[in-house]
């Protein structure tokens, strides 16, 4: 990979980081103090994911990638809740993850 390439990928890691310190706010409408961070949520939505598919003959490593993924974008457009979605209009979760991961070669057609 070029330098470019390298720093794009560098830059969508860290980002990613932020997803340990995001809380999931729909626990905080149901009164629970300290929800689980969003990373807490993917990882065990991944281990779901692989076992379910290893389970039912699909594979389980493209689940368990799109389970680790599937809410990356809350980085940038956060958690937002289920009732809050009937007043906003929040960009696609697909482009958030291609300005997420622009210039990143592995993730790109480029």
Not at 50 to 58: I, N, S, T, V
């Amino acid at each position: 990979m070029s330098d470019d390439q390298d720093a794009a990928a560098i830059r969508f890691i860290f980002e990613a980081g932020v997803l340990k310190r995001a809380a999931r706010t729909g626990w905080w409408f149901a009164g629970v103090k300290h929800p689980e961070s969003i990373a807490d949520h993917s990882h065990r939505t991944a281990l779901i994911g692989m076992m379910l598919a290893a389970m039912e003959g699909a594979d389980p490593a493209r689940v368990t990638m799109l389970c680790v993924l599937h809410d990356t974008q809350e980085t940038r457009i956060t958690d937002i809740p289920h009732i809050a979605k009937r007043y906003l209009t929040p960009a696609p979760n697909t482009a958030v993850t291609t300005d997420q991961v622009d210039g990143w070669v592995c993730c790109t057609d480029r």
